[in-house]
């Protein structure tokens, strides 16, 4: 984190400070129906708070088309977010302007006033100079702290950062601490454990990881591809058939890092895509021409133990089956809890994120027993694939 700084650098007293948070958060009936989001980005805008800033939360909120959309308005957040940060939360119905600007500065010091959507201006994701500096003329200093977002360079997520002094915020700064000792500054050995339906999403998390990591683990219907590239018939089973080429290539990537590719031994197959199918387990070579591979077997979750105990870091990212449907969950289940106890135990630092990921580990009851979990979906995934991230880059000491 030394190329960063972080709120501990910043005099924010008597001042006013803009937060980019991430409150893209899942709504039902019009309430939050998921606050983990919320609950994360609280610390960070307590803390500012308490040393007696005036704190302005600038967030996006789905998809609207360039303009406001009350179907969009950040208004029903306003109730979690203030219990979340345990204190009363102003709103101001634009997020530049008059309003925003009136708002802000009725604001008490040691206050939190929430902007309306970044979104219902087309300025925010086209990273528009002129709207970047409408939303720096509302505040003294910029604390990002939306890693979940850093993957997008809008104006409020890079643009800003060059505008006012700029910090990442607590939960920026834990995710970046977890990210740079997973895979920059890694203890070794490293195992990347990677599932999910397809490779074509995939290809440069992968490329990446195989020359970073001393063994990927592959499942889900990813591996099945690999499974078929390597000559092995997987009969009705979820694969790429047309990305074989791609799979020995990553094969071969590995092999010539010394990356260990770690596939399925076994596997419980069934004829149908359904909850509580007839099922058996098979080898992964004889698998029946009418079967799917709905999921890793034990012996490949025996396998994946027995390597995973040598580990120091462990990164996932995915299922390794269809976790959704019982008891195809069963081999994701087992993998996690392994890693979950090697964590607890101290011998190894989990870190997981990406797509499918949260709900996997929350279904295998292990979500808050690794060293850290990710909710940044597509942030999370470019990181793996070794990109920089425009919202991070921005907030490096300049």
Known sequence: MSDFNTIDDLDVADRTVLVRADLNVPMQDGRVSDATRIERLAPTLRELADRRAKVVVLSHFGRPKGGPDPKYSLRPVLAELARAVGREVGFAEDCVGPAAADAVAKLALGGVLLLENLRFHPGEEKNDPAFARALAELGDVYVN??????????????????????????????????????????????????????????????????????????????????????????????????????????????????????????????????????HETVAVDAVPADGM???????????????????????????LGAFELKPFDAGTNAVAGTVAALTKAGRVLSVAGGGDTVAALASAGVENQFSYVSTAGGAFLEWLEGKDLPGVAALRKR
């Open 293 to 319: 591979i709905l999921d890793v077997g034990p012996a490949t979750v025996e396998y994946l133990t027995l390597k995973l105990q040598g580990c120091r870091t462990v990164v996932w990212n995915g299922p």
């Open 145 to 278: 702290d939306a890693f979940s977002a850093a993957h997008r360079a809008h104006a409020s997520t890079e643009g800003l950062a060059h505008l006012l002094p700029s910090a990442a915020g607590r939960l920026m700064e834990t995710e970046l601490k977890a990210l740079t000792r997973a895979l920059e500054k890694p203890e070794r050995p490293v195992a990347a454990v990677v599932g999910g339906a397809k490779i074509s999403t995939k290809l440069d998390l992968l490329g990446n990881l195989v020359r970073r990591v001393d063994m990927l683990a592959l499942g889900g219907g990813m591996a099945n591809t690999f499974l078929y590239a390597s000559g092995i018939a997987v009969g009705a089973s979820l694969a790429e058939k047309d990305m074989a080429d791609q799979a020995r290539a990553i094969i071969q990537a590995a092999e010539d890092a010394g990356c260990e590719l770690l596939l399925p031994r076994d596997a419980t197959v069934a004829k149908e895509f359904k909850a509580d199918a007839a």
